[in-house]
């Protein structure tokens, strides 16, 4: 299993600002991914970040908008640039390790952005 | 990817049984089926999975019939605490491969 500790947990933040989200985890793992949860809705994969090499972005998640670092296999950052009110969600991190009965995937509690 | 479909809510009372039934009808051999379970302000945390037949465990049963387009969590006897939003999942068992979430479950447990 794998333990994610992601900060901050909660920022509101000024349009046109950016915020840098960090995730930290336990072990070491190959792949960290990105959600977006907007409010009531499911999660979105923003991009996959893997060690040593860019981000893969989603369709509709720029590295512009959404920059991402991956310096080793246990943390990871993604910022949120330009931030606008339509970025108001929750971010979460997300790795994949083995679990219970296979490989499950773990999740931060979450980052939640309110943009004024 | 196999996209799934569940209903997007149900309400139960305490101490019933619930069936939530996910549809994925593009699962390809490869694929397992995952359940996930999300309380608000938490991130998804892992139910239950399988390939085929019925997997059980102490907190639910998974019931997946041959042809593998369909399964059905099941969830015994539910409390209040088990109110919540359940997706279903399918895609490799591979810690790179990543996680497509659909619209998921709301379910809501009365008193």
């Known amino acids: 299993s794998a333990v994610i500790s992601q900060k901050p947990s909660r920022d509101i933040c000024q349009r046109g600002t950016s915020l840098t989200i960090q995730c930290q985890v336990d072990s070491q793992v190959t792949m960290m991914f990105w959600y977006r949860q907007q409010p009531g809705q499911s999660l979105t994969l923003i991009a996959t970040a893997n060690q040593g090499s860019e981000a893969t972005y989603e369709s509709g998640f720029v590295i512009d908008k959404f920059p991402i670092s991956r310096p080793n296999l246990t943390f990871s950052t993604l910022t949120v640039s330009n931030m606008s009110p339509e970025d108001s969600s929750i971010y979460l991190c997300s790795v994949e390790d083995g679990g219970q009965s296979g490989t499950e995937a773990f999740f931060g509690q979450g980052t939640r952005l309110t943009v004024v | 990817l196999a996209k799934t479909t569940q209903p997007i809510s149900m309400d139960s009372y305490e101490g019933q049984e619930v069936n939530i039934t996910c549809s994925h009808n593009?699962?390809?051999?490869?694929?397992?089926i995952t359940w996930y379970q999300q309380f608000p302000s938490q991130g998804p945390r892992f139910i239950i999975q399988?390939?085929?037949t019925k997997v059980t465990n102490e907190v639910a049963s998974l019931f997946i019939p041959a042809d593998r387009k369909s399964s059905t969590l099941s969830l015994p006897r539910v409390s209040l605490s088990d109110t919540a939003v359940y997706y279903c999942l399918v895609g490799r068992m591979d810690s790179s491969y990543k996680l497509i979430f659909g619209s998921g479950t709301r379910l809501l447990v009365r008193p």
């Open positions: 593009n699962i390809a051999t490869n694929d397992y």
């Open positions: 399988g390939y085929k």
